[in-house]
């Protein structure tokens, strides 16, 4: 009685953290969708996204591209400005590998939109490079200067202030290779990673999973 007691204490401890983290990220994630906007930036390219870009969000940059006649790859960067009108340089970009064009067609570049020192605006830079490089376009289409607005200032204050800190776990997959076994009950007193050496492999796969879920 005393172990099974033990163990759903466990899961108690562990479930917790992760129910609250993911309430909170429920929670944040209802922010007011933003409008869309289309822009004709060059005769080769249309951009359709958000207006205005939300911070703390991820933008969708739909470009529709034509006349491409070479094999080439398609690129889109963000560049910002501060509040006092001074460039803040490289923002942002789809961090996927960039997309192979040719002739007609559109792709959707998901663009995380984060917090940075006065930020005002972005400018899109839609360009593009047989190898995805900056250097040696062959072309390049910018936008205006876009508006960009913090939904919840709350919310950005308090993502600034956490601090997180580090942890680990770590698996001997030998044990893998022989048949599994149940670990020994221990001490209320024991710390995660001495109840973590005295399971077996079985018992360290659950903890995971509980931990994460």
Known sequence: ???????????????????????????????????????????????????????????????????????????????????????????????????????????????PIRQAESLATVTLLIFTEPAGRWEGHTRLATSEALPVVDPDPGYTAWANEVRYNKSWIAFDWSNLQKPLTEGVHSPRSSTFPEVIGRMGSSACRWWTARAFW
């Open 1 to 111: 009685m005393g172990r099974r007691l033990r163990l759903l204490s466990i899961r108690r401890e562990l479930a917790l953290p992760a129910v609250l983290a993911t309430c909170l990220c429920v929670a944040h994630a209802q922010q007011p969708d933003a409008q869309t906007q289309t822009l004709q930036l060059a005769d080769w390219c249309t951009v359709t996204c958000p207006r205005p870009f939300l911070v703390n969000t991820v933008a969708d940059i739909t470009v529709a591209y034509r006349g491409i006649a070479e094999k080439t790859t398609l690129c889109c960067d963000l560049h910002h400005q501060r509040a006092d009108g001074s460039s803040g340089g490289f923002y942002s970009h789809d961090w996927r590998p960039a997309p192979e064009i040719q002739g007609e067609g559109r792709h959707t570049f998901t663009v």
